[in-house]
């Protein structure tokens, strides 16, 4: 009863305001106390001018009650604090709206420190001691504070539910387990829990693994990002260091015409002005014979006239005829100049499509999923051509270059570095990054690949055959049998037999897949690895030609838009 006491003393003497208790006790006409400072701050915050309202009862007061400090009160406060007695418990000790109450708690309730599963109740820490003294509470299983415990009792038999009934997903307590579940797959629902914390477990190893392994997909687009940035950083550097270059180069040839040009005209107009001048000087010596000849002509005098006309002096040699340059002189100079900017205009034009960004796609996107129909490959579909520069010479190429044939005769090519010279293979026109999809139509023995550019190409070693080293990759196909081959490392394939394969590339995410194509898709072979160059379609066409039998055999690329 002495604690009891105490308990509601102390809930007498505190304030409803800061829950703490009274300094300076006041009573309102209303028979509340409060601390001073606390009405008096409520009050100011409430300021109606003519109406004032007590916080417990809400009574209202026109005028501003005066407040009388409560003499009793702060004597009982000053006994009960020499006696020992605490503060009344924080705010934030009680329980709020969204907060679970303690169920032992009378008044004003504290917050729940756990539930207890078997007394389907929630303790407060003052509440929650004998869990902790009595043996058989000891037993009981403590919880998280839940306001969801009565969710744990059957709402038919109003028992708790500690069996979980596999048949119907549910949980159900011992009656039900003798009525509707009856004969049900029926386990604990400790260890229908276990089973199932196992498999989060799992789940979750699952999922810290994937984790785990986006982030290092993140570092490395990080990595490629940064190598992109410096990579085009660069570019642009020793673009503008040789076009400047180029420029410098132009502006020199540009003033050596100028310099050139001026200087034929100098040299070209000298030699008009001395022309001139001799003409000039000539012409001014024929108006004096001219005058001569004249005066001579007029003598009436014939003793006078024929004495004076021996005395007459011959006319000089008169300058040679004058080769008069035509007004376009200097016109072959421009058209040269004019020549030379057409000329670096197509090259320009020319490199501006072969540096095109498409031929060095970055895919900086996450893993796409691989489709899952024929549909969902086209739409990576890529029209490929053969070169005709790497055929072997026992190969023919026909339908613009998408079909090469197995021939009984060497073809008439002309030498080329890129062609395979004994192994009968043929290599794409275009480079393959990003995604891709392309399809092989083939008769006989063919082999389907891709391969880097940098594959050699004389001779019979393996360092040329697909397949037969690290720089290619190959599935060859007859007509039993599918045959895998990479770093001269051989694996049987299994697969429906079909005279067409498809062939997928994802060169950022390092998939290359072969499939069987019909009437649906099947899957041969999957390969996982890191691309480091652009790759090349393949093909690989092997006929035989005897006395007495021969199969030809053809692959082609096949047009699929």
Not at 184 to 192: C, G, Q, Y
Request: hydrophobic share 30%; aromatic share 6%.
């Amino acid at each position: 009863m002495a604690q009891k006491g105490g308990q509601l003393d102390q809930e007498t003497i505190s304030c409803s305001i800061c829950l703490d208790l009274l300094k300076d006790p006041v009573t309102t006409p209303c028979g509340h106390n409060y601390c001073m400072d606390c009405i008096k701050s409520h009050w100011d915050v409430e300021d109606c001018k003519y109406r004032y309202s007590c916080p417990e009862c809400r009574k209202t007061f026109t005028p501003r009650p005066v407040l009388l400090k409560n003499n009793l009160l702060a004597d009982l406060v000053e006994d009960l604090k020499k006696t020992g007695l605490q503060a009344a418990p924080a705010d934030h000790c009680y329980a709020g709206a969204e907060d679970v109450a303690c169920d032992v708690c009378t008044g004003r309730k504290l917050k729940a420190h756990k539930s207890c599963l078997q007394c389907l109740a929630a303790f407060c820490e003052n509440h929650l001691q004998p869990h902790y003294e009595s043996a058989p509470l000891k037993k009981h299983k403590l919880v998280e504070p839940s306001k969801k415990l009565q969710e744990n009792v059957c709402s038919r038999h109003d028992e708790v539910m500690k069996i979980f009934c596999r048949t119907d997903q549910q949980l159900i307590c011992s009656l039900c387990l003798m009525d509707e579940h009856k004969g049900h797959d029926t386990v604990s629902a400790a260890a229908e829990r276990a089973e199932r914390q196992r498999e989060l477990e799992g789940s979750r190893q699952t999922i810290q693994q994937r984790i785990q392994d986006r982030e290092k997909d993140v570092k490395l687009l990080q990595q490629q990002a940064e190598a992109i940035n410096l990579s085009a950083d660069k570019a642009v550097e020793d673009s503008e260091k040789i076009f400047t270059e180029l420029i410098r180069l132009l502006e020199k040839r540009s003033s050596d015409v100028k310099q050139q040009v001026r200087s034929q005209k100098r040299s070209e107009v000298s030699r008009v002005r001395e022309l001139q001048k001799k003409l000039e000087q000539e012409i001014t010596e024929l108006k004096r014979k001219d005058a001569e000849v004249k005066k001579l002509s007029h003598t009436e005098d014939l003793n006078q006239f024929l004495h004076n006309y021996p005395s007459l002096s011959p006319l000089s040699q008169s300058t040679s005829s004058i080769h008069i340059l035509p007004l376009s002189y200097f016109e072959d100079v421009t058209a040269a100049v004019s020549e030379v900017r057409d000329k670096l205009q197509d090259i320009l034009r020319e490199k501006r499509t072969n540096v095109s960004l498409t031929g060095t796609e970055v895919d900086v996107l996450l893993p796409q999923p691989e489709p899952k129909t024929r549909a969902g490959f086209l739409k990576y579909s890529r029209e490929i051509t053969l070169d005709p520069n790497t055929a072997n010479t026992w190969l023919l190429l026909s339908e613009g270059n998408r079909k090469a044939t197995h021939m009984s005769r060497q073809q008439s090519y002309s030498s080329h570095p890129d062609r395979f010279t004994v192994w009968c293979q043929v290599l794409s026109r275009e480079g393959l990054t990003g995604r891709c999809y392309w399809e092989v139509e083939r008769r006989g023995v063919v082999s389907v690949a891709v391969t880097y550019k940098n594959i050699s190409r004389a001779g019979r070693t393996d360092e040329c055959g697909f397949g037969l080293n690290d720089k290619s990759w190959v599935l060859d196909c007859t007509n039993n049998s599918y045959t895998f081959w990479s770093n001269n490392v051989r694996t049987p394939i299994s697969g429906p037999r079909s005279s067409r394969v498809g062939v997928y590339l994802d060169h950022s995410a390092g998939i290359l897949s072969f499939y069987s194509v019909s009437e649906t898709m099947t899957l041969l072979h999957r390969v996982q690895t890191t691309f480091t160059q652009p790759l090349y379609a393949g093909l690989g066409v092997y006929g035989f030609y005897g006395l007495f039998s021969s199969t030809e055999a053809s692959a082609e690329l096949c047009k699929l838009k």
